[in-house]
């Protein structure tokens, strides 16, 4: 009954994790969509923000023994790659 009911809490953890980690790609997308616009230093503030907090949440999982700190840094690789691809996008209009 505990192995389930950790293995349900990792679930749940991850499938937090992901959602999170999708409404920030979500972001990135907008703004790669409409590059057409001036960069907007609000919009990068947010998308740092929701950076900074997902590694919190991630790392804060990964403490309670949720989620692999690989696993963790995946997500977070993922995103820094969508990033990076952002700034390479608007630095070149």
């Known amino acids: 009954m505990a192995s389930e009911m950790i293995i349900n809490h990792q679930e749940k953890a991850h499938a937090l994790l992901k959602a999170d980690a999708d409404k920030i790609l ?54 820094e790659r969508e990033l990076s691809a952002l700034h390479e996008a608007s630095t070149r209009k």
């Open 26 to 79: 979500k972001l990135i997308k907008v703004q790669m969509d409409n590059l057409t616009m001036p960069q907007c230093p609000l919009y990068e503030e947010v998308l740092d923000t929701q950076m900074f907090g997902l590694s919190r949440e991630i790392d804060f999982a990964v403490r309670l023994g949720l989620i692999e700190e690989a696993e963790g840094k995946t997500i977070l690789g993922e995103l």
